[in-house]
């Protein structure tokens, strides 16, 4: 029986990939970069290259500060000074921030997941992941957000999951993982005991609105 919910936050509650999209637009249009390039080129780019840093991030290969520079030194191939590109980044930051936004079932998940303890389990940094669920009025709904600041662990690996399971009282047999990371919530949270629901926006029936049917 579960009794509890652990969520992950970015594309599983909120429209992550397409802030990062949106946002990587708004900074090409505002100065005038990588002209060439079409729309769906250039969010695809921002999105691969940002996915292999933070994998090298994971790894200790690159820093915090490193991989947001070579994100955009690389997709926009610049050679500018660090100053510059923190300047473009911190821009970016803003257009992206502007883009922040809830799936359209996510309300409803929210109202009617309500009677189960539920705590947010996500690889964000935490004033990152707390200023987007404040933004985005999700902050009243989960008391309980862990992020990798708070238990010295990143998904996927264990010890992430088993802090957040002892924050919320649960068994890992009673609990269900959801999220859109095979890699990083579903397979570790699987090798626990948890149980869980892979969110697939591409699928029928594979998004939080669909775990319902299954409470
Ligand atoms: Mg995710």
């Known amino acids: 029986m579960i009794t509890a919910l652990l969520l992950d936050l970015d594309d599983t509650l909120i429209d992550d990939k397409g802030a990062m999209a949106s946002g990587i637009l708004s900074l090409r249009a505002k100065h005038c970069l990588a002209q060439g390039m079409n729309d769906a080129e250039l969010s695809e780019r921002w999105d691969s290259i940002g996915r292999a840093l933070w994998r090298q991030l994971d790894l200790g290969e690159v820093s915090f500060e490193e991989q947001r520079r070579l994100r955009i030194k690389n997709t926009f191939a610049l050679d500018l000074s660090d100053k510059a590109i923190d300047s473009l980044f911190a ?38 992941a707390h200023k987007k669920m404040a933004a985005l009025g999700l902050n009243k709904h989960f008391p309980t957000v862990v992020t990798p600041d708070d238990c010295g662990a990143r998904k996927p690996n264990p010890e992430i999951f088993l802090h957040t399971l002892k924050l919320l009282g649960v068994a890992p047999e009673n609990a269900l993982m959801i999220g859109d990371n095979l890699e990083a919530d579903i397979e570790p949270a699987k090798a626990l005991g948890i149980n869980v629901f892979h969110v697939d926006h591409t699928k029928q029936g594979r998004t939080v609105f669909d775990v319902l049917a299954q409470l």
């Open 91 to 128: 821009d970016y930051l803003h257009c992206y921030e502007q883009h922040w936004r809830s799936y359209t079932y996510t309300e409803q998940f929210i109202r009617e997941s309500a009677h189960l303890p539920r705590a947010i389990i996500t690889n964000g940094h935490r004033p990152q």
